[in-house]
């Protein structure tokens, strides 16, 4: 696959694929490895990657008529431009277009963009979509992100304390985050609407904390080990090393207007180590 290698002057990097503008690796200057990416994932044409940050996008999970998580996370995005900015940080942006093959699975014309922004201790993820057509557009969306984490059971998420969320796993759609802090026992997968604080991801060694704006849901999901040993291209015991915490609109899909256009963040930050 095609790979764009982005490095900061301070020595921070990242990775990306245009199979799905897919990012791949993000190492913090004088840092380790930030993102999960499965041993076993499949790396071909038409298949969703396993780790990283796949684009979901118009369509999350099976919730409507699309391919699951939508088509983007599968096609050949283009490269508009990659380098390094003038205060150092390494910049690239990859845009998708409705093609015959889209048209025929969801009618409409639109243009989406994916900005990666790496530099020192952040990597920051700029999604768009512009409505080009005649009609009005909806869609869900959300950046998938796969964190790389030393122990499942010694990692800590804040941040969602008071929170509303659906419990995909139990079905239960009117759950309540009471704790203020989450730890993640066996499968956990759940959407939590209203997001407007930062989600902490603590571990013994260090802190990352998730900004965003735009999507207005958060995901929090782990297979767990029954879940995970379903799953042919997670790894063994590969649920014990990710979490993922994904910035996505979902429960209230994204409606445009023709011409209209939609953006949303995600800022990555290591605070400690």
Same mark, same amino acid.
């Given at each position: ?7 900061? *002057? ?43 940050? @796949? ?7 099976? +919730? ?31 845009? +998708? ?58 990692? *800590? ?8 969320? *659906? ?55 782990? @297979? ?18 990710? +979490? ?8 209230? @899909? ?20």
């Amino acid at each position: 696959m095609d790979k764009v290698i982005l490095q900061a *002057r301070d020595g921070a990097r990242a990775e990306i694929v245009t199979h799905g503008a897919h990012v791949c690796s993000w190492v913090p200057a004088q840092g380790s490895e930030q993102l999960f990416m499965s041993q076993a994932s499949e790396w071909k044409e038409g298949v969703a990657i396993r780790g990283g940050v @796949p684009i979901v996008f118009p369509q999350f999970s099976n +919730l409507g008529n699309l391919p699951k998580h939508g088509f983007a996370r599968t096609a050949i995005w283009r490269l508009v431009r990659s380098g390094q900015l003038e205060q150092g940080a390494a910049q690239a942006v990859f845009e +998708l277009q409705e093609s015959a093959a889209s048209l025929q699975i969801w009618p409409h014309v639109f243009r989406a963009e994916m900005m990666v922004t790496v530099a020192e201790q952040s990597l920051q993820l700029d999604f768009s979509v512009v409505n080009n057509g005649d009609s009005e557009l909806r869609f869900q969306a959300a950046l998938h992100s796969y964190f790389r984490v030393q122990d499942i059971q010694q990692t *800590r998420v804040h941040g969602l304390g008071g929170l509303n969320y *659906r419990d995909t796993v139990t079905g239960e759609d009117s759950c309540h985050q009471s704790d203020q802090m989450l730890q993640i026992v066996g499968e956990v997968d759940s959407i939590y609407t209203d997001v407007v604080s930062d989600i902490v991801i603590k571990q013994p060694h260090q802190v990352l904390q998730l900004r965003q704006s735009g999507f207005t849901d958060a995901v929090v999901w782990n @297979p767990g080990a029954e879940k995970g040993a379903q799953l042919a291209d997670l790894e063994r015991d590969g649920f014990r090393r990710m +979490l993922c915490v994904e910035a996505a609109s979902i429960m209230q @899909p994204v409606v445009l207007a023709p011409s209209q256009v939609w953006s949303g963040m995600q800022l990555m930050s290591i605070l400690t180590k």
